[in-house]
T-cell receptor
């Protein structure tokens, strides 16, 4: 079946602009994660959704970052007033449940803030 | 929390040789460990996992070893092939259910 998809694959924006990144998880997966991967760094956890529960936002670096998951499926990560340090690859992953199943990753969105 | 690190940022091996990639973690309560492979321009791909009640698990050409005493995890790739060239990193889950990722080891296979 189809894997996790993300769009756009690349996004170049100017400092101060808002951006929206989209993630389509694998159908039937209840858990969805967002990570950030900066050059030379490990994956940094941002936010986690599990079913209809309140999301775990403990990894969001600032209040400029927010995410939604509509209908328990598609998720959008929004970065407001982008800064150059926001430049990174943003990865989305989904799994059947949170801690007992493999996370399947999307190809990522490469964000460049000029 | 958790701190996850890899011993070598880069590793070069001859085609056909075995590769060993290492990872160290800090939280003795960590209970689930995963190795991922990431090729250029792609998302991480699951390779193999192991739970804390085991010390060894084998897959196709890959073996993961877990030493809980020294909090060390390794990935062994047998008969390394050019297609194995990628960045490999470990992910560690603690009892808080959050995953922590290492920075990755870039494996280059020399034909």
């Amino acid at each position: 079946g189809a894997g996790v998809s993300q769009s756009p694959s690349n996004k170049v924006t100017e400092k101060g602009k808002d951006v929206e990144l989209r993630c389509d998880p694998i159908s039937g997966h209840t858990a969805l994660y967002w990570y950030r991967q900066s050059l030379g760094q490990g994956l940094e956890f941002l936010i986690y959704f599990q079913g209809n529960s309140a999301p775990d936002k403990s990894g969001l670096p600032s209040d400029r970052f927010s995410a939604e998951r509509t209908g328990g499926s598609v998720s959008t990560l929004t970065i407001q007033r982008t800064q150059q340090e926001d430049s990174a690859v943003y990865l989305c992953a989904s799994s059947l449940w949170r801690d007992t199943d493999t996370q399947y990753f999307g190809p990522g969105t490469r964000l460049t803030v000029l | 929390g958790e701190s996850v690190g890899l011993h070598l940022p880069t590793l070069s091996v001859q085609e056909g040789d075995n590769s060993i990639i290492n990872c160290a973690y800090s939280n003795s309560a960590s209970d689930y460990f995963i190795w991922y492979k990431q090729e250029s321009g792609k998302g991480p791909q699951f390779i193999i996992d192991i739970r804390s009640n085991m010390d060894k698990r084998q897959g196709q050409r890959v073996t993961v070893l877990l030493n809980k005493t020294v909090k060390h995890l390794s990935l062994q790739i047998a008969a390394t092939q050019p297609g194995d060239s990628a960045v490999y990193f470990c992910a560690v889950k603690n009892t808080g259910n959050q995953f922590y990722f290492g920075t990755g080891t870039s494996l280059t296979v020399i034909p």
